[in-house]
């Protein structure tokens, strides 16, 4: 069966409870593997993905069917779950109850634009903290 995305990019920003660096770097691919994974079988498309200590940031575009809550309720339930399963924190592992509010949507021109300098600076994504950080990120994509 084909699926059709209609341009609905979503940027997901997840932080962890408080902010805590939970996510160490021996873990962190695997981590992302399962995020890309879960999109994936959630007839979405993933175009980027980085998780720092505290947040993860994934660019998706999803089926109409498919609404930015349930998305990100899917990423997050499961993704906390295996966290906890596989012990990659000390503790447990919990993403904010208030889980994936979009910082912005995407056209469809910016998004590989968006995709290639996520992965290829992975700098440049770590730093993103802010809402302001965000939308000078955006200026700096749309001049590529």
Same mark, same amino acid.
């Given at each position: %069966?084909?699926?059709? #995305?209609?341009?609905? #990019?979503?940027?997901?920003?997840?932080?962890? +409870?408080?902010?805590?660096?939970?996510?160490?770097?021996?873990?962190?691919?695997?981590?992302?593997?399962?995020?890309?994974?879960?999109?994936?079988?959630?007839?979405?498309?993933?175009?980027?993905?980085?998780?720092?200590?505290?947040?993860?940031?994934?660019?998706?575009?999803?089926?109409?069917?498919?609404?930015?809550? @349930?998305?990100?309720?899917?990423?997050?339930?499961?993704?906390?779950?295996?966290?906890?399963?596989?012990?990659?924190? &000390?503790?447990?592992?919990?993403?904010?109850?208030?889980?994936?509010?979009? +910082?912005?949507?995407? &056209?469809?021109?910016?998004?590989?634009?968006?995709? @290639?300098?996520?992965? @290829?600076?992975?700098?440049?994504?770590?730093?993103?903290?802010?809402?302001?950080? %965000?939308?000078?990120?955006?200026?700096?994509?749309?001049?590529?």
């Amino acid at each position: %069966m084909k699926v059709e #995305y209609n341009n609905l #990019y979503t940027h997901f920003v997840f932080t962890t +409870l408080h902010r805590l660096p939970l996510i160490v770097d021996q873990h962190r691919e695997r981590i992302e593997k399962y995020i890309t994974g879960i999109v994936k079988n959630n007839e979405s498309h993933l175009y980027a993905i980085y998780a720092n200590p505290e947040h993860v940031h994934f660019l998706i575009s999803r089926a109409p069917n498919v609404s930015e809550e @349930t998305i990100a309720t899917i990423v997050a339930n499961s993704s906390e779950r295996f966290i906890n399963e596989n012990k990659f924190c &000390q503790g447990k592992f919990k993403w904010p109850r208030v889980l994936g509010v979009p +910082l912005f949507r995407y &056209q469809k021109g910016m998004s590989k634009k968006y995709a @290639t300098t996520s992965t @290829t600076s992975q700098n440049i994504i770590a730093r993103l903290v802010t809402w302001k950080n %965000m939308i000078h990120l955006l200026s700096s994509i749309r001049r590529l």
